[in-house]
């Protein structure tokens, strides 16, 4: 196969980073480096990968703690929701109170809806999934049939809507409109916790059935 992802359990919350690698040429997309910039990139020094963008599902703090260090180190060019720039630059928004800290990012490509971002040679679709925040996505890799999803979708669950720009009637509906009409094989890579498929959740997720 071209294409292999890897994944990274970083920071206090358990956040999952995901490594997007193209197995010819060592490029990397990395989804949501949570926390420990320096871990991830000592992790690609190791293993021979070349960074090549830094995607984010979303800005709150579990998210994107690991970005400044990779972005001090690499110069790589950070892509978010054009609707979660201002969460994400706002400490008052982004929940990082919650751990006692200040964090502000500035995003450098600013997406939306259905864009297809062609980075380390894969085919990255934008689904916008708003709900856990209000310019929350998710990126649907054909390539490896899988989807990456933040917070919107969990194995079993589906992510809190109690923090700024949440809303829980958002998050189903998105879930129902843009992750739901996957085809059912298609593995979900949710923010936090284990891996699972969209048919599994369609058929045994009780908040969105």
Same mark, same amino acid.
Request: aromatic share 6%.
């Given at each position: 196969?071209?294409?292999?992802?890897?994944?990274?359990?970083? %920071?206090?919350?358990?956040?999952?980073?995901?490594?997007?690698?193209?197995?010819?040429?060592?490029?990397?997309?990395?989804?949501?480096?949570?926390?420990?910039?320096?871990?991830?990139?000592?992790?690609?020094? #190791?293993?021979?990968?070349?960074?090549?963008?830094?995607?984010?599902?979303?800005?709150?703090?579990?998210?994107?703690?690991?970005?400044? $260090?990779?972005?001090?180190?690499?110069?790589?060019?950070?892509?978010?929701?054009?609707?979660?720039?201002?969460?994400?630059?706002?400490? $008052?928004?982004?929940?990082? $109170?919650?751990?006692?800290?200040?964090?502000?990012?500035?995003?450098? #490509?600013?997406?939306?809806?259905?864009?297809?971002?062609?980075?380390?040679?894969?085919? =990255?679709?934008?689904?916008? !999934?708003?709900?856990?925040?209000?310019? %929350?996505?998710?990126?649907?890799?054909?390539? =490896?049939?899988?989807?990456?999803?933040?917070?919107?979708?969990?194995?079993?669950?589906? %992510?809190?809507?109690?923090?700024?720009?949440?809303?829980?009637?958002?998050? =189903?509906?998105?879930?129902?409109?843009?992750?739901?009409?996957?085809?059912?094989?298609? !593995?979900?890579?949710?923010?936090?916790?284990?891996? !699972?498929?969209?048919?599994?959740?369609?058929?045994?997720?009780?908040?969105?059935?």
């Amino acid at each position: 196969m071209k294409f292999e992802m890897q994944s990274m359990v970083l %920071g206090m919350v358990g956040t999952n980073c995901y490594l997007l690698i193209n197995t010819q040429t060592r490029e990397t997309v990395i989804f949501d480096p949570g926390d420990e910039g320096e871990r991830i990139a000592r992790y690609m020094e #190791r293993e021979g990968l070349k960074p090549a963008a830094i995607l984010l599902t979303h800005g709150h703090f579990d998210h994107i703690m690991g970005v400044p $260090a990779l972005v001090s180190k690499y110069g790589l060019p950070v892509y978010v929701h054009e609707e979660e720039a201002a969460l994400m630059a706002d400490p $008052a928004q982004n929940a990082c $109170a919650m751990i006692g800290a200040s964090v502000s990012l500035k995003a450098d #490509r600013l997406i939306k809806d259905n864009d297809v971002l062609t980075l380390a040679g894969a085919a =990255i679709r934008v689904l916008y !999934t708003p709900g856990h925040t209000k310019g %929350g996505v998710s990126y649907y890799i054909e390539d =490896i049939h899988a989807v990456v999803c933040g917070d919107t979708l969990f194995e079993g669950s589906v %992510g809190r809507t109690d923090l700024p720009t949440g809303s829980m009637g958002t998050l =189903i509906r998105s879930i129902r409109e843009k992750l739901f009409v996957l085809d059912d094989d298609v !593995t979900v890579l949710p923010g936090h916790g284990g891996q !699972t498929t969209i048919g599994w959740e369609k058929q045994h997720n009780p908040f969105v059935n």
